[in-house]
């Protein structure tokens, strides 16, 4: 009996209908087992009281006929629900018994001894490999004490009884045995590091024979030389004297405590005492008729409490093999194809001495390359770094980058441990099997050895704020310390899409091509297979895609698929949920959580498939959302966002899990995902949603939060309007319009996982009924939604159009989610407001003040003060005043905004001071632009004022030069000069000087010009108005003729500081 075929979904799966016959049994219990059920040992039949059949029978029967994967399940399920698990199991038709060290290989169990009680550390170690002490328990003959109930109550405290072994008193327990007499079972007790609760102080492992020693002889001489101790159950003296021999075995390492019951008349406690003399054994336990069984257990305990600390008695399972190999039983791990698998598994893992180191020699290709490809993938399309670059040219410059990118990779030869790597799982189906099952298991152990010390070194250093940086690089350390067998399967996808940009002719191309093949039979046989890669937050779509065209080849026609997903805050018990409800085995251990996305497949049966219209249902997997290792960065939105848009969009049924009834981190994802749809052109359909809450144990629960339920779709659906405003899609009214949501059916509310006290808590009954009742649900509506259900070709298509809408998304805003950027944009709107009237003012008196700048010194001027330094001073100092009380009054209004009730004002809390900042930096500027529009004002009028003072003074010296010459002419006799045509005397020019003008002024201007032509070059700007004063005709030139003189722009050529050139000028 395959997993697969244990896995598959058919029309028992939702059915609650018992068992009618014992055909129906195995079923029954395997899908009860599955899910972690503790009612799965009850094996009777509804329509027959006296047809039934003992749960030790069944569970032999499903071990004898199950492959050594299924065994691993069904140990693993087991140990969770707290049964005890085979250590020995007989075969019935052979007569021999089987060691089932491979069937136990696969559980991890953490608990805390004494000495870690105060640090509050722990202890996890897989279970085979842990050394413990063994304490048997056996009977010899018939016994009317029940052996197996006595060990559940001595297994139990006072507060919790729990059925670990199955018993006489249990349901269908008394029912005769068949196959399973010489079972030997096998439990833990481990402590939780409470002294007030725990039984043992220190772990013990505890064992348990079915049926007469006498008969089982082999399986009796197992226990006794790997057991600290062996308690013996009799009640006649003859069973005793019969088996002396065998009681008394030198060989045997074990002390033997021989268990008697006084309530038994045949019994006599002085021939008993003597009998035990005989044998040498003084370590008896009786149970007297006056002693109840609280007593009786209380010396049991203390009995074994005596033996367990002796280091010498301590076994692991795994060092059992050699002693069972010794009295010839078989081993389960002896198969060849366990063997050949391990030895492959162990060429692989026995190199690594330090795991980043190795990830970096080994897995060159999925390292810094690979997250700079993810880089220049995403850019090509945000083009978030253009600048004002050519927008053609930067992408054809990213392509050529990509391309430099994926040579780089080539460079890179395939390395030893890749090989063998590809080598091992070409191998056969069952080896390939058992390969990566060990190589798992080496690779977690290996991860939990590094972990365990690295988290000791981060509790030393964390105290002490020294060590800052140390912590820092131990933190980095725990980050890059895991290692799992998806890195191996991530490096093949690389190297495989590497090879692609390699000619289709290339000999290393060509050897690759299997590759997508293999992973696609990996994936039908029960495998996941890693859809995003959650370190560099991308889907290496060639490999996936190819990937699944191979499994198309695989299955076709049968390829249509369902999709179900889950999406939750990180360590919200995701994975845990989807094991239980669909008995797969997605990583929930070895001390790290799950990274990026997985797929799995779940076949549907022939008879199921026109209830769900599909062949295969595909579940994801996802890296918890809010992950705070990611945190820090500066990009966690971003792949928070990019992972709940991708996996929602690719699920007919997403599962929301939330952690109580509180579900304020998981609005802000879902506000992220509707804002990402609303955007997205290419998502077409409205994927179903179902919320569940996790640890909610109150029957009332439904009913209770009927109000929080209401009060989340009203937020949703005003989340949705905000986001759909944002994004001009305002005819999205409810979140219903975006995603299908019931919150009457679309709510469940689930118990704690444990009943009880960890690690001795089993799963808790109503944990895997209410996780049962989701499964119907899903499948449900599933049903209901079976017609859109998509091939694989179609699933790869959607992937592909969703990854690049993903990739073209810019997640621009660095906000929880739509709510929170709506209510930052309305604050930035206000503050613009605020921020333009506090401009507007500023510019309004920096203007009246450059105006009483430019009238400083005049008799407009309003201020006393008559120094022009002293004046600026006093104008900055009612700047500061101002921009002082235009600040406060924004901070006031900053200060009122968060008062206010609407608006969710308190979802921008955060960013107030900010905004406060915001405020200051802008009076800081202002203040700086204002001062320095000061100074230039009052360097110009400076200015002015010097020029002033350089006009009035030329003005004076050309006036005197003027006058004088005229004075100099009027007074001495001189050569005649021409004017205009006319040459004058002296006695003309006087008598013309002396009479008065007969010309009009009109008649003057119609006359000849004055004959300018001796004017020198430089003063040929001047001509007009020298033409001007000697049209006068006064000797003396009037106050207006000068002043026309003096305001005549001066050449740079002329030097205006010496007057006889003006006088030249004039001669």
């Not at 290339?506 to 992973?519: F, G, I, M, N, Y």
């Not at 560099?536 to 026609?557: M, T």
């Not at 002015?944 to 030069?961: C, F, M, R, V, W």
Request: hydrophobic share 35%.
């Amino acid at each position: 009996m395959s997993l697969n075929k244990i896995l598959e979904l058919d029309n028992k799966t939702i059915t609650d209908e018992p068992a009618k016959d014992k055909s129906d049994l195995p079923w029954y219990f395997l899908k009860k087992l599955m899910m972690n059920n503790v009612t799965a040992r009850n094996t009777c039949i509804s329509e027959s009281q006296n047809d039934t059949l003992n749960p030790l029978d069944l569970i032999t029967a499903l071990f004898l006929c199950s492959d050594g994967f299924v065994q691993q399940d069904l140990v693993l399920k087991m140990s969770m629900c707290q049964f005890s698990v085979p250590l020995l199991l007989p075969n019935c038709d052979t007569k021999q018994c089987t060691l089932m060290l491979w069937a136990m290989r696969d559980i991890v169990k953490k608990y805390r001894p004494p000495d870690l009680s105060e640090s509050k550390g722990f202890i996890e170690e897989r279970i085979v490999t842990s050394e413990l002490p063994m304490v048997s328990f056996v009977r010899l003959g018939e016994c009317s004490m029940s052996k197996s109930e006595i060990l559940n109550k001595l297994l139990s405290n006072s507060q919790q009884n729990h059925d670990t072994f199955v018993h006489r008193n249990m349901e269908c327990g008394d029912s005769p045995r068949v196959i399973s007499n010489g079972l030997t079972e096998m439990t833990w007790y481990l402590p939780c590091g409470n002294k007030n609760m725990d039984i043992f102080s220190e772990p013990v492992a505890i064992a348990n024979l079915r049926g007469d020693i006498a008969s089982f002889e082999t399986q009796f001489s197992f226990l006794c030389q790997t057991s600290a101790a062996v308690f013996v159950f009799f009640d006649e003296l003859e069973q005793l004297e019969s088996q002396l021999e065998l009681l008394a075995n030198k060989n045997h390492k074990a002390k033997i405590f021989l268990v008697g019951n006084q309530q038994n008349k045949n019994l006599s406690i002085d021939a008993f005492k003597r009998l035990a003399n005989n044998l040498g054994k003084t370590n008896i336990l009786i149970k007297q008729k006056q002693t109840n069984d609280a007593t009786f257990i209380k010396g049991l305990r203390k009995a074994i409490g005596d033996v367990v600390y002796d280091p010498q008695m301590k076994i692991s399972v795994e060092k059992m093999a050699d002693i069972a190999h010794e009295l010839g039983i078989e081993v389960d791990e002896d198969s060849k194809e366990c063997q050949e698998g391990k030895k492959n598994a162990d060429a692989i893992t026995a190199e690594i001495k330090d795991i980043f180191e190795y990830k970096e020699e080994q897995f060159p290709l999925q390292g810094q390359i690979w997250k700079e490809l993810t880089f220049l993938e995403k850019e090509e399309f945000r083009l978030r770094n253009v600048g004002s670059e050519n927008i053609e040219n930067y992408k054809s410059n990213l392509r050529m980058k990509k391309e430099e990118q994926r040579q780089k990779q080539n460079t890179y030869a395939v390395s030893d441990v890749m090989a063998r790597f590809i080598k091992a799982i070409s191998s056969p189906e069952r080896e390939r099997g058992y390969f990566l099952k060990w190589v798992r298991m080496n690779l977690d152990d290996l991860s939990q050895e590094k972990l365990s010390g690295l988290r000791v070194k981060y509790k030393e250093k964390y105290s002490d704020s020294e060590h800052k940086q140390e912590i820092k690089e131990i933190d980095q350390q725990l980050s890059n310390s895991s290692l799992g067998v998806e890195h191996f399967f991530r490096e093949m996808g690389q190297i495989y899409e590497a090879s692609l940009s390699l000619p289709e002719t290339d000999p290393s191309r060509q050897q690759l091509q299997h590759l997508p093949k293999l992973c696609a039979q990996l994936l039908l046989d029960g495998f996941p297979l890693e859809l995003v890669d959650g370190d560099a937050s991308n889907i290496p779509l060639r490999w996936v895609s190819d990937v699944l065209y191979q499994l198309n080849d695989l299955v076709s026609p049968k390829n249509k698929i369902v999709v179900v997903t889950v999406l939750g805050v990180q360590s919200t018990g995701k994975s845990t949920l989807l094991n239980t409800m669909f008995g797969v085995q997605f990583a929930v251990s070895s001390g790290r959580c799950t990274r990026g996305a997985f797929m799995l497949l779940i076949k549907v049966n022939e008879d199921y498939r026109n209830i769900l219209n599909c062949d295969f249902m595909m579940i994801i997997d996802t890296e918890g959302l809010k992950s705070p290792e990611l945190a820090q960065l500066d990009n966690s939105h971003e792949h928070d966002n990019e992972l709940a848009t991708l996996v929602v969009g690719l699920s007919d049924v997403t599962i929301i899990n939330i952690a109580m009834e509180n579900s304020t981190e998981m609005k802000d994802i879902l506000q992220i995902v509707v804002h990402a749809f609303l955007r997205m052109k290419e998502v077409g359909k409205k994927p179903r949603c179902q919320f569940v809450h996790q640890n909610v144990s109150d029957v009332s629960a439904h009913e209770k939060n009927l109000r929080d339920r209401k009060l989340l779709l009203e937020q949703l659906n005003e989340m949705t309007q905000a986001a759909a405003k944002m994004e001009k899609r305002e005819k999205n009214k409810k979140f219903t319009d975006v995603m299908e949501y019931n919150p009457d059916t679309g709510n469940c509310y689930i118990p704690g996982l444990w009943n009880g006290n960890p690690p001795m808590a089993p799963v808790n009954a109503g944990y895997s009924e209410a996780v049962y009742e989701l499964k119907k649900n899903i499948i449900q509506l599933l049903g209901k939604c079976g017609s859109t259900s998509n091939n694989i070709l179609e699933f790869i298509e959607w992937i592909t159009s969703l990854w690049k809408a993903v990739k073209h998304e810019n997640f621009i805003f660095s906000f929880r989610n739509s709510l929170v950027a709506d209510a930052y944009m309305r604050l930035s709107t206000e503050y613009n407001k605020w921020e333009w009237e506090f401009k507007k003012e500023m510019y309004t008196w920096v203007t009246n003040a450059e105006t009483r700048i430019s009238n400083f010194g005049t008799v407009a001027a309003t201020s006393d003060t008559s120094d022009m330094e002293g004046f600026i001073s006093e104008l900055k100092s009612e700047a500061l005043k101002e921009l002082m009380k235009l600040e406060s009054i924004i901070l006031e209004k900053l200060k009122k905004y968060f008062e206010q009730p609407e608006g969710h004002v308190y979802l921008v809390e955060g960013y107030r001071e900010d905004f406060s900042n915001s405020i200051k930096s802008l009076r800081g500027q202002t203040e700086r632009s204002v001062f320095n529009q000061l100074r230039e004002a009052a360097d110009i009028k400076q200015g002015k004022q010097e020029l002033d003072k350089i006009k009035t003074s030329y003005t004076e010296k050309i006036e005197k030069a003027v006058c004088a010459l005229i004075d100099e002419c009027q007074s001495s006799e001189v050569e005649p000069m021409q004017i205009g045509h006319t040459r004058l005397t002296s006695e003309e020019r006087l008598r013309s000087s002396a009479a008065p003008s007969t010309q009009s002024p009109a008649s003057r201007q119609e006359a000849d010009p004055p004959d300018l032509s001796s004017v020198p070059p430089d003063y040929h700007d001047l001509a007009p108005v020298f033409s001007f004063v000697l049209e006068g005709g006064q000797v003396k030139p009037s106050e207006d003729k000068i002043k026309a003189v003096l305001d005549w722009p001066t050449p740079e050529n002329r030097n205006p500081s010496k007057p006889e050139a003006l006088e030249e000028l004039c001669l």
